[in-house]
């Protein structure tokens, strides 16, 4: 636990035993593994690789710091635990699973465009809690999601958040606790548009 750019937070698996770091952890690292119960800070801007959140871990990008997964072999980051966003996560070439019954990613943004490549595994959960102003629509990006959970504020009666505007997919369940003014907008099919209104309220689309 502790900040990504610490020796402190990190030990390094070597000539088969664990040590005290001596570095932190980049791109150029074999494999990083955040630990049950751990959570790691993002506080600098930091390119990595064949990251691993285990059911229980966390990451946190802070605001204005960036993580880049870099494109390797394989899954480049996998999800079974908890990454929150509220800085800049990219993605770009990268491959990234979110997996497992408690894997959840945070998008604490005030935008709906996820980073690329993510796949969503059965009992993933998309976590938005971002607050959307100005004039129009916020759509979410095109994806085959699994469960959705609406936490965001939306400000005004003139703003909505639709998640039925471009190819979504929700395989599991939309929950929407968000708060504000304006309406969050679902599609059913082709023929039928629901809105649940974003005030202090819990509804449930299945």
Do not use: C
């Amino acid at each position: 636990t502790g900040n990504w750019n610490s020796t402190s937070t990190w030990e390094s698996f070597t000539n088969s035993s664990w040590m005290a770091a001596t570095l932190t952890p980049d791109a150029s690292a074999s494999a990083i593994t955040i630990l049950n119960t751990h959570t790691v800070t993002v506080t600098a801007s930091v390119s990595a690789d064949e990251v691993t959140i285990n059911s229980g871990g966390q990451i946190t990008i802070s605001s204005g710091q960036t993580l880049t997964i870099a494109d390797g072999t394989g899954t480049d980051l996998t999800v079974n635990g908890y990454l929150r966003n509220i800085g800049t996560l990219t993605t770009t070439g990268a491959t990234v699973s979110v997996s497992g019954a408690t894997a959840t990613y945070e998008h604490n943004q005030n935008n709906l465009t996820l980073p690329a490549n993510i796949t969503w595994a059965s009992s993933a959960t998309l976590r938005l809690t971002g607050t959307y102003t100005g004039a129009g629509t916020a759509q979410l990006s095109a994806g085959a999601y699994q469960n959705i959970l609406w936490e965001g504020v939306i400000a005004t009666g003139t703003d909505y958040v639709s998640f039925g505007d471009n190819a979504v997919s929700i395989a599991g369940k939309l929950t929407a606790s968000g708060s504000g003014l304006g309406a969050l907008l679902t599609s059913a099919g082709t023929t039928t548009t629901q809105t649940v209104r974003s005030e202090e309220h819990t509804s449930e689309l299945q």
